[in-house]
């Protein structure tokens, strides 16, 4: 019998079983009513989820896709723009950036600070003439949330746009694309919008639209417009072969989310983090991600000594079918990265603390066995939520 696994990552993170089902049905073809009809209710939902009016793009790719779309479409060589980077995933739009030729200001940080708003604000007036800010919601290397609707507001007037990563955010972590005047979403199918990898989405403001009309840029597959004209037919349409096993699943994945209701959502996502981080400091750890409630994505544990994170990942792989994520750059091997997002439950969380909690333990170091998921349950608080 196959062993059963958890898959506390995140991303890819556990796809429910009605989305499973939905792409397992016989494969249609895309130039079919029947698969239009259910790609413009997934571009209907996801308008929700974003709380946006604007333009919702869809491409098939990984999230980086998303983002490498919004500097291909905006940035032309030489337009000066701002890279908030506080971490591994900032650090790609520096990256993206500078392959596109882009004048990059960086606003960095260590791994694990937290943005703020007035650094942002000051490398803006000092940087004069930006084109686009480029900033990440959920810092999925670190655990750290930015505050990026007091950023934007920040942003506002100064006429650069604003382009966030909410790749791991999007479904889990509060976030107004409209009401906070982002321009530019973008989010991935495998991370709180509990589907396999594969589809990119990318909410596009009127102002960002005319601003990549108005570049002149090297862009084919990656064309916003491309793929908006497709989708703005009656029935809307893909420009290209899309993974249209994976939009059936998309859809189904936010029939989910829509009926939990985001707010709901939202608060789940919290208790999960207070459940994670109580059971860690429980078992004697210390956190590496902010110990607040803003950090609802995945929370990072410190090892303690000498314990090899990577070590310590394996064996609870090994022994207890659970997938947890290490440290990216300088922070291998010094974290333990546990997911909480999207199609997770307490009881999830619970089993992944106590696994740590062996291995731990067994490991000779001087964490406290069977305390984890005591207090975890007692930080969750009131009714267990069945997701
Ligand atoms: C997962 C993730 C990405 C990268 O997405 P891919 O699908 O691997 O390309 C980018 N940014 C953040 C914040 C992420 O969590």
């Given at each position: 019998?196959?062993?059963?696994?958890?898959?506390?990552?995140?991303?890819?993170?556990?796809?429910?079983?009605?989305?499973a089902?939905?792409?397992?049905?016989?494969?249609?073809?895309?130039?079919?009513?029947?698969?239009?009809?259910?790609?413009?209710?997934?571009?209907?939902?996801?308008?929700?989820?974003y709380?946006?009016?604007?333009?919702?793009?869809?491409?098939?790719?990984?999230?980086?896709?998303?983002?490498?779309?919004?500097?291909?479409?905006?940035?032309?060589?030489?337009d000066?723009?701002?890279?908030?980077?506080?971490?591994?995933f900032?650090?790609?739009?520096?990256?993206?950036?500078?392959?596109?030729?882009?004048?990059?200001?960086?606003?960095?940080?260590?791994?694990?600070?937290?943005?703020?708003?007035?650094?942002?604000?000051?490398?803006?007036?000092?940087?004069?003439?930006?084109?686009a800010?480029?900033?990440?919601?959920?810092?999925?290397?670190?655990?750290?949330?930015?505050?990026?609707?007091?950023?934007?507001?920040?942003?506002?007037?100064?006429?650069?746009?604003?382009?966030?990563?909410?790749?791991?955010?999007?479904?889990?972590?509060?976030?107004?694309?409209?009401?906070?005047?982002?321009?530019?979403?973008?989010?991935?199918?495998?991370?709180?919008?509990?589907?396999?990898?594969?589809?990119?989405?990318?909410?596009?403001?009127?102002?960002?639209?005319?601003?990549?009309?108005?570049?002149?840029?090297?862009?084919?597959?990656?064309?916003?417009?491309?793929?908006?004209?497709a989708?703005?037919?009656?029935?809307?349409?893909?420009?290209?072969?899309?993974?249209?096993?994976?939009?059936?699943?998309?859809?189904?994945?936010?029939?989910?989310?829509?009926?939990?209701?985001?707010?709901?959502?939202?608060?789940?996502?919290?208790?999960?983090?207070?459940?994670?981080?109580?059971?860690?400091?429980?078992?004697?750890?210390?956190?590496?991600?902010?110990?607040?409630?803003?950090?609802?994505?995945?929370?990072?544990?410190?090892?303690?000594?000498?314990?090899?994170?990577?070590?310590?990942?394996?064996?609870?792989?090994?022994?207890?079918?659970?997938?947890?994520?290490?440290?990216?750059?300088?922070?291998?091997?010094?974290?333990?990265?546990?997911g909480?997002?999207?199609?997770?439950?307490?009881?999830d969380?619970?089993?992944?603390?106590?696994?740590?909690?062996?291995?731990?333990?067994?490991?000779?170091?001087?964490?406290?066995?069977?305390?984890?998921a005591?207090?975890?349950?007692?930080?969750?608080?009131?009714?267990?939520?069945?997701?």
């Amino acid at each position: 019998m196959p062993s059963k696994r958890y898959l506390m990552t995140p991303g890819p993170t556990p796809v429910p079983p009605a989305v499973a089902a939905a792409m397992a049905r016989p494969l249609v073809h895309h130039r079919t009513a029947e698969f239009r009809a259910v790609l413009a209710r997934a571009l209907a939902r996801l308008r929700e989820v974003y709380r946006t009016d604007a333009e919702v793009v869809l491409f098939t790719s990984s999230g980086t896709g998303g983002m490498e779309s919004a500097v291909a479409n905006l940035c032309e060589r030489g337009d000066r723009v701002v890279c908030v980077s506080a971490g591994n995933f900032g650090e790609r739009w520096i990256t993206l950036a500078h392959a596109y030729g882009c004048d990059v200001v960086p606003v960095r940080y260590e791994w694990g600070e937290t943005p703020a708003a007035d650094d942002v604000a000051a490398a803006l007036a000092d940087a004069g003439g930006a084109k686009a800010v480029f900033l990440t919601h959920s810092e999925t290397s670190t655990g750290v949330v930015a505050d990026v609707g007091e950023i934007a507001a920040r942003v506002a007037g100064s006429g650069a746009l604003v382009v966030v990563d909410a790749i791991s955010s999007l479904g889990a972590v509060p976030l107004e694309t409209d009401a906070w005047g982002l321009d530019v979403v973008v989010a991935g199918s495998q991370k709180a919008l509990m589907t396999p990898p594969g589809l990119a989405t990318v909410s596009v403001s009127e102002a960002a639209l005319a601003a990549a009309n108005d570049a002149a840029t090297a862009r084919f597959y990656f064309d916003w417009e491309r793929v908006l004209k497709a989708q703005r037919e009656d029935r809307p349409a893909t420009p290209f072969t899309p993974a249209i096993t994976l939009v059936y699943g998309l859809d189904a994945a936010l029939e989910i989310l829509l009926a939990e209701g985001l707010d709901a959502a939202f608060d789940r996502h919290v208790r999960l983090g207070r459940a994670c981080r109580a059971g860690a400091k429980a078992m004697g750890l210390e956190l590496f991600s902010p110990d607040d409630d803003r950090s609802v994505v995945v929370t990072a544990i410190r090892m303690p000594g000498e314990v090899d994170g990577v070590a310590v990942i394996r064996a609870v792989s090994e022994r207890h079918g659970i997938t947890l994520e290490g440290g990216r750059g300088a922070l291998a091997g010094k974290i333990v990265r546990i997911g909480h997002i999207g199609y997770v439950d307490v009881f999830d969380v619970t089993a992944a603390l106590t696994a740590l909690e062996q291995v731990l333990a067994d490991l000779g170091t001087d964490v406290e066995r069977g305390v984890a998921a005591a207090a975890a349950l007692e930080a969750f608080g009131g009714e267990a939520v069945r997701v």
